[in-house]
């Protein structure tokens, strides 16, 4: 009876915060009968339980919130708030419950009438359980399932599950890696005897039933991360029924799995970023509207599996964090001081938010405002070997992305050597491994930085000693391996290591906090000679060289010039079309496009390039026939727009002070030192100057011809017109803007919206003959005439 009785606890206090989940998810969506018959059955199951088990109160109380959901099922009853929270009480005491039964070995005495009143009560009786507040809390497919449900329900499958003390799984798993240890070491001696080949085909066999176990018991230590996900609706719900918020959560990934073990030392940190997002991030309902929001906020949980790291992504549509405030924060809690302050970069006053002690609550409440915050929950990932990051986006929310690995797990690994030292690499992260003497493989020099360039595709090359501070060798003096990396979100960079030796499955562990915190290695592994080794992470190791594919740098150009808000000691480095690396100011670039080579055409003796329905002109250049895409840097300079047309982004860079001058003036301004290389710097003055400037599409003057139905103003001047930047519209046009200049011609009757001395109006003669005393009219053929008055008039407009 003992044995039954506690696994009736523990299925039940396993299930129970899946259930609560599932219930707000009803109340999101009532149609949903499939999930809410999910429900019924399994507090069915739990009345039907405690009678046999004798409990008393938790059957009564299962017995009451049965009764409700069954007349819900029947359509008596609508998920109003009222009940949704009556029957979430229920389910809190059952919890309760169960937990002091497993304790002390017996269900204790009590009341629970007012619990179960309030289940049966209508939405006049909320108040026996506390002022309902409306929710708004919608969950997307992920936070739950019936799967879940039905786990705790043995009754109503054909199978069972068996609980398993974790001691012994770690037994097991510890002993199966002493075999995958004990089977490569039998290897390496076989491949050194030249043994038979009955030997080695009894090794293969060996070697497929290691493999066989080895994957069971990591199978059996696997949870879905939806068991970690499946609370947080209700979390969400009564967080934001406490602040009178409304929030939407959305999740996704609930199917990856991950160590049960590591859900457990998540959970917490993940708890603490939710409530976080709910009472800082996200704004009380009236805000949002009036920053033209929608009413209810969001909040969206992402989770993926990335090489031998878990990524769990936290975004919410509120605030975001103001850095200024943040930093008036910490110098008021004399973490920094008003000097050190404002020598931070942007980057360095966002992660004033991991400061102990810091907190950006007006008061203290239940949620907020001691200032023990998200310096425990870094603090609590990287005890695990994660990593915590932010992205903050003023006025528009916040991301937190926690990367933690897999914990115990055994991999198909590559041994590399740098400076002497051997590393681990997943071999899922290698792409391809070449000599760095081969043919298909040069190395050049940009900005500073070395660049591979494999069979016609430019990488960014990094050496493994100097990510690691190691001393390395002359690169002509040996034959180095480079190994083409695959990270993270599809990236790929060039990784120089001395020398690659063997491959192997690693056993990996998690390694010491201060390692794993250095963002560069995954966990440590004891390959078959004994020597233990790190595993390196080629994603992180981007990341803190701040690196990606060059084609990502384009993304890091375009959202340097987005967020920057004081880029004016930056400057973009880039290879230009004769083979140079050039830099611009930064301020100066609205955006960068990619645009294909045949949007660039030569019209009117100038270089456009037709970008949409826009027309930039574009510094002149010669572009290489075997390219067909190019990189634009869109210019503005506040008023007008043109474009420099170029091969690919390098790099954003501090622009030094000193300049030197060039021999002359143009579309150099000078030459300066980046990264130890001399490097031309762009004059945008001078482009400006020598392409005039062609108007952005929304800042379009609008031209309007009074004889639209003339066969010469719509095929000689209409062209003409609009190919100076001017948006043209006809007298005969609906719903047409209002007109800046009126063109028309010398006999036409005076528009009906202009007066006889308008100053907008242009009139265009047929007769080529000298202009009459008074006469403002332009012979029709007189290009330069013409478009000199358009802009003069623009201009006094």
Not at 344 to 373: C, D, H, M, Q, Y
Request: charged letters at 25%; proline letters at 4%; glycine letters at 8%.
């Amino acid at each position: 009876m003992d044995e039954i009785l506690q696994e009736f606890l523990s299925e039940t206090a396993e299930t129970m915060e899946e259930i609560s989940g599932e219930i707000v998810a009803w109340e999101a969506d009532p149609a949903d009968r499939e999930r809410l018959d999910s429900i019924f059955r399994f507090v069915h199951t739990v009345k039907g339980s405690c009678g046999f088990l004798d409990l008393p109160r938790i059957g009564a109380l299962s017995h009451a919130a049965e009764d409700a959901l069954d007349a819900a099922r029947n359509g008596r009853r609508d998920p109003t708030p009222a009940l949704v929270t009556a029957v979430l009480a229920v389910i809190d005491r059952i919890l309760s419950l169960t937990e002091e039964i497993a304790s002390s070995g017996s269900e204790p005495k009590g009341d629970d009438h007012a619990l179960i009143d309030a289940v049966h009560a209508d939405e006049s009786g909320a108040d026996t359980v506390g002022e309902v507040i409306q929710p708004g809390t919608v969950i997307a497919a992920g936070a739950g399932s019936d799967q879940t449900i039905a786990a705790a329900q043995p009754a109503a499958q054909d199978w069972r599950t068996i609980r398993v003390p974790l001691n012994l799984l770690d037994s097991m798993m510890n002993g199966v890696s002493d075999m995958v240890l004990a089977r490569n070491e039998v290897a390496r001696v076989l491949r050194g005897d030249g043994n038979s080949g009955a030997v080695s085909g009894a090794f293969e066999r060996l070697s497929a039933s290691v493999a066989e176990m080895r994957n069971s018991v990591s199978q059996m230590r696997m949870q879905r991360i939806e068991k970690l996900f499946a609370p947080l609706p209700r979390l969400i719900r009564d967080v934001s029924n406490e602040l009178n918020k409304r929030v939407d959560v959305e999740i996704d990934g609930g199917a990856v799995e991950l160590d049960r073990e590591m859900i457990e030392s998540i959970r917490d940190p993940l708890t603490h970023i939710i409530r976080n997002a709910i009472d800082h991030g996200i704004e009380a309902p009236a805000d949002r509207l009036a920053k033209g929001k929608p009413e209810a906020g969001k909040i969206t949980l992402v989770a993926c599996q990335s090489g031998n790291q878990i990524i769990i992504e936290v975004h919410d549509d509120g605030a975001g964090i103001s850095t200024d405030r943040l930093v008036a924060k910490a110098v008021a809690a004399k973490i920094v001081t008003a000097s050190e302050a404002r020598a931070l970069t942007a980057t360095e006053k966002l992660n004033l938010i991991f400061s102990p002690g810091l907190t950006t609550a007006g008061e203290v409440t239940s949620i907020s405002g001691r200032g023990v915050g998200m310096d425990i929950v870094r603090a609590n990932i990287e005890r695990i070997g994660g990593l915590v990051d932010i992205e903050n986006n003023p006025g528009n929310g916040l991301t937190v992305t926690m990367r933690v690995p897999l914990t115990l797990t055994i991999i198909s690994g590559l041994t590399v050597c740098a400076a002497d030292h051997v590393f681990a690499i997943p071999r899922a992260s290698v792409s391809e491994i070449i000599l760095q003497m081969n043919d298909s493989v040069r190395i050049d020099r940009a900005g500073g930085a070395d660049i591979a360039i494999v069979r016609g595709e430019r990488l960014a090359l990094v050496y493994l000693e100097d990510v690691l501070g190691l001393d390395r060798p002359d690169a002509e003096s040996i034959d180095r391996a480079i190994i083409i990396t695959r990270g993270a979100g599809g990236h790929r960079y060039a990784l120089s290591v001395a020398d690659v030796f063997d491959h192997e499955e690693l056993v990996i562990k998690p390694a010491a906090p201060a390692i794993m915190a250095t963002g560069i290695y995954a966990g440590s592994t004891l390959p078959d000679n004994g020597r233990p080794m790190l595993l390196l992470d080629v994603t992180g190791i981007a990341e803190r060289q701040d690196i990606g594919s060059l084609g990502g740098q384009d993304d890091r150009a375009a959202e340097a010039v987005a967020h920057n808000d004081d880029c004016r000691d930056q400057a973009l480095l880039f290879n230009d079309f004769d083979g140079a690396v050039r830099a611009i100011d930064l301020a100066v670039i609205d955006r960068v496009d990619e645009v294909p080579v045949a949007a660039i055409r030569r019209q009117g003796g100038r270089l456009r390039a037709l970008v949409g329905d826009q027309m930039i002109a574009v510094h002149d250049c010669t572009i290489p026939a075997d390219l067909t895409a190019i990189k634009l840097l869109r210019l503005n300079d506040g008023d007008a727009e043109v474009g420099y047309a170029m091969v690919d982004v390098v790099d954003v860079v501090r622009l030094p002070a000193s300049i030197a001058a060039p021999a002359q003036p143009g579309l150099i301004r000078g030459v300066t030192l980046i990264g130890g290389e001399p490097v031309e710097v762009i004059d945008p003055y001078w482009i400006f100057c020598s392409l005039g400037a062609s108007r952005p599409a929304e800042r379009q003057p609008v031209c309007r011809l009074t004889d639209g139905g003339d066969h010469w103003t719509r095929q000689f001047l209409a062209p003409l017109i609009a190919g100076a930047g001017y948006r043209v519209v006809y007298d005969e046009d609906e719903d047409a803007p209002t007109a800046d200049i009126v063109i028309a011609g010398d006999s036409d009757d005076q528009p009906d919206d202009m007066s006889a001395d308008d100053q907008s109006i242009l009139r265009l003669r047929k007769a080529e003959r000298p202009s009459g005393k008074g006469d403002r009219s332009i012979y029709r053929y007189d290009k330069d005439a013409i478009l000199g008055a358009l802009d003069r008039m623009t201009r006094t407009g």
